[in-house]
């Protein structure tokens, strides 16, 4: 991407409201991402392109709520010994050819990360026996890769899942637990 482009669509980026109703949901016409703008349907139409053809934007999705389908959603955390080009060409290779998909599992995201973990993996599966397959194929297959036993973790609920507000956030308060009789001041 040149530095020109990179500059116009990051800081003096006009676009960033457009891109900010894309975000918001990109299903929507050019004339009603145009309004909510405060522009016209051209602009908003060379301002997506010119994102698209950029690279900036990458894609478009649907967001599932895991609970309405009886899915369920996972965290798997992996601690890798330094990168190798072989464990890099077997990550860029499983998820190219949709390796999880054989198994039954939907992958939502995929993140290689500086820090404690070196991939986190969010995905979803129809139940747990699902997700430990998946897990244990993940262990089987670098497990001349791994430096420490991966991690699962079950997701009890999404707040904003890929920038989208869950429409049904309430309901975290579900998650309260009740207060201890030997606690309660009334």
């Known amino acids: 991407m040149s530095p020109n482009l990179k500059r116009n669509i990051t800081t003096e980026f006009k676009g960033q409201r457009i891109l900010n109703e894309l975000l918001r949901d990109p299903t929507r016409s050019l004339e009603e991402i145009a309004r909510a703008c405060g522009s016209y349907r051209q602009k908003v139409w060379r301002e997506k392109k010119k994102m698209e053809d950029s690279g900036a934007v990458w894609g478009y999705t649907a967001v599932v709520d895991e609970d309405a ?61 699902t997700a430990r397959k998946y897990y244990d194929s993940i ?10 036993r991966p991690e699962i973790i079950d997701v009890a609920f999404s707040l904003i899942r890929w920038g989208k507000v869950h429409p049904t956030i309430e309901r975290l308060k579900e998650f309260i637990p009740p207060m201890p009789s030997y606690r309660r001041t009334d």
Do not use: S
């Not at 939502?108 to 599966?125: E, K, P, Q, R, S």
């Not at 089987?140 to 791994?146: A, N, S």
């Open 69 to 129: 389908i009886d899915w369920k959603a996972f965290i798997l955390l992996l601690k890798f010994k330094p990168l190798t080009q072989d464990q890099a060409d077997l990550l860029i290779r499983r998820h190219l050819t949709n390796a999880p998909g054989e198994l039954d599992i939907r992958l939502m995201d995929t993140y290689y990360l500086n820090g404690i973990y070196d991939l986190l993996v969010i995905f979803a599966a129809p139940d747990w026996i």
């Open 139 to 148: 262990r089987l297959e670098y497990e001349r890769f791994l430096e420490a």
